[in-house]
């Protein structure tokens, strides 16, 4: 089984609209972290944000938040106010505690904003 | 700190020829990570280390990959012999343990073509 699906390749957004990546992960490790990165057409990767598995409350760095649902194993990107510079390939990933400590990552989301 | 350094950033060679990729992680972080990105296989672990030692190799495509760790601040990606579907972006993440909270830190890549 796939630890990490994002199950949209490409998305379009209006430029200063909202936009919600999905990501769905699976794991048997009680203690986990999820994030997100970014890749823009130059090529690195920045890291965005982070949720722990035991946090109560949802993670939020400025424009982004991650919506995580724990019993769901869902941990979607939530973009707010898009601009021109957010369009480029997001990667959700997850890191197992007691497994390995290995990061896996999805196969990613191209993000496109409309101007 | 400089973060995670790559050498060379592009390298073109020829089919058959040796290819050394070079990554300097961030000092003090215990874990490193190659990663190989493709359009068709998207973001693919190859190997990782703990404190220098090789963790898992499962990701390694056949015998002609090898990485070695000599020391925390050095590691290196061979391949021997070359082929062209080598040709991809290479990157070398760093991170700390942490219990699943630290990022991975990615280096710029080595984006190589063999012809």
């Known amino acids: 089984a796939q630890k990490i699906t994002q199950t949209q390749p490409g998305m379009f957004v209006q430029e200063k609209e909202a936009v919600t990546l999905d990501c769905t992960y699976d794991?048997?490790?009680?203690?986990?972290?999820l994030f997100w990165y970014k890749q823009p057409s130059s090529g690195e990767m920045i890291f965005l944000i982070y949720q722990g598995s035991y946090d109560q409350q949802n993670a939020t760095e400025g424009r982004y938040s991650l919506n995580f649902q724990k019993a769901r194993k869902s941990a979607n990107l939530v973009i707010s106010a898009s601009q021109l510079g957010d369009s480029a390939m997001y990667f959700c990933?997850?890191?197992?505690?007691?497994?390995?400590?290995?990061?896996?990552f999805g196969t990613g989301t191209s993000l496109t904003v409309i101007p | 700190d400089a973060g995670v350094i790559q050498s060379p950033r592009h390298e073109v060679t020829e089919m058959g020829q040796e290819v050394t990729l070079r990554c300097k992680p961030i000092s003090g972080h215990d874990y490193l990570f190659w990663y190989r990105q493709t359009m068709m296989r998207g973001l693919e672990l190859l190997i990782y280390?703990?404190?220098?030692?090789?963790?898992?190799d499962s990701g390694m495509p056949e015998d002609r990959f090898s990485a070695k760790m000599p020391n925390a601040s050095f590691s290196t990606l061979k391949i021997q012999p070359s082929e062209p579907r080598d040709s991809a972006v290479y990157f070398c993440?760093?991170?700390?343990?942490?219990?699943?909270?630290?990022?991975?830190?990615f280096g710029q890549g080595t984006r190589l073509t063999v012809v």
């Open positions: 794991t048997s490790d009680p203690s986990y972290g």
């Open positions: 280390f703990n404190n220098n030692v090789p963790i898992d």
């Open positions: 993440a760093s991170s700390l343990r942490g219990q699943g909270y630290t990022e991975a830190f």
């Open positions: 990933a997850m890191r197992e505690v007691n497994t390995g400590n290995q990061f896996y």
